[in-house]
């Protein structure tokens, strides 16, 4: 039987490092609070509660005073900085540095069209942590687009510049791309930020899928990087299932199978695929 892990699978480093500063800070303090899920894998966050860090929503952060709090991955709007610094909070900042970047562009694209009727548009999924910053960028003023039915809202006449939330896919953004070229009839500009190294993940686990009899994907329900990679591989490999922990699998999936593959989301944490690797091989004979 032969079994692997997916290498280009596991956390991308914006996840890796947060995980990292948080770990480093409990060393220090019994306790951290972070906003929102350091990452959406549940067992992730609980082997990190365990640690002492408290997962809060932004209304409990607003209360909080003289303590330290950590901004994940996703990248937090301005206001999140404002309400730290007024409540004396130690801000351990693990914001993704092609977030910030992108942070950057888009506030820099709002203040050269003030007093403008310029347009900011940001493909990406409304109400997501990445998405609420990039928006907190233009005080509010981007609009969200998720699909090209969202474009309605949008003035053709008007100059447009849009940008992507960095872990959409090329071809949602080309969707939305194609129209924009259509149907702007002034000055539109299209900034492609989509960070490639969560984009590639789904060529490369196209062509993994393929390569064995069954597949084992691990990711956290609340993923929806995990629920599109994984939809990819159902589609290469009708024999894919879909796992949060160990205890999930079924070991009559592999009773006809000499190949197994595990992959997972940019969210999974390599050391609980290892696990489900360990315990196939101590299941089979």
């Known amino acids: 039987m032969i079994i692997e892990i997916d290498q280009n699978s596991g956390f991308c480093f914006g996840v890796v490092n947060a995980i990292k500063k948080a770990e480093e800070a409990l060393t220090e303090n019994k306790t951290l609070y972070c906003i929102g899920d350091i990452v959406h894998n549940n067992i992730e966050v609980d082997r990190l509660k365990n640690l002492g860090l408290k997962t809060i929503n932004h209304n409990e952060f607003e209360k909080l005073s003289n303590t330290k709090v950590l901004f994940r991955a996703h990248g937090e709007p301005p206001l999140s900085y404002e309400k730290a610094k007024e409540n004396n909070l130690e801000i351990i900042d693990t914001s993704?540095?092609?977030?910030?970047?992108?942070?950057?562009?888009?506030?820099?694209?709002?203040?050269?069209?003030?007093?403008?009727?310029?347009?900011?548009l940001i493909y990406g999924k409304f109400g997501h942590a990445e998405v609420n910053g990039l928006v907190g960028q233009t005080e509010g003023e981007a609009y969200v687009i998720e699909s090209v039915e969202d474009l309605k809202k949008v003035d053709f006449e008007?100059?447009?510049?849009?940008?992507?939330?960095t872990t959409k896919t090329i071809s949602g953004f080309k969707e939305i791309t194609d129209v924009l070229k259509l149907k702007c009839q002034n000055d539109l500009k299209i900034n492609d930020t989509i960070c490639r190294q969560v984009a590639n993940r789904m060529?490369?686990?196209r062509e993994f899928a393929k390569k064995y009899d069954v597949i084992v994907f691990v990711s956290g329900r609340k993923s929806s990087n995990g629920k599109l990679l994984f939809d990819v591989c159902k589609?290469?490999?009708?024999?894919?299932?879909?796992?949060?922990?160990?205890?999930?699998?079924?070991?009559?999936?592999?009773?006809?199978?000499?190949?197994?593959?595990?992959?997972?989301?940019?969210?999974?944490?390599?050391?609980?695929?290892?696990?489900?690797e360990t315990n196939i091989k101590s299941e089979i004979k």
């Open 235 to 276: 589609q290469e490999n009708e024999q894919s299932y879909f796992v949060s922990q160990p205890d999930e699998v079924k070991m009559t999936w592999f009773s006809e199978a000499k190949s197994i593959g595990i992959s997972g989301a940019t969210s999974t944490p390599s050391w609980l695929m290892k696990q489900i």
């Open 96 to 120: 993704c540095p092609v977030v910030l970047n992108l942070q950057k562009r888009i506030k820099k694209t709002f203040l050269e069209f003030k007093g403008t009727e310029g347009q900011i």
């Open 203 to 205: 060529p490369n686990i």
């Open 158 to 165: 008007k100059p447009v510049s849009l940008f992507s939330q």
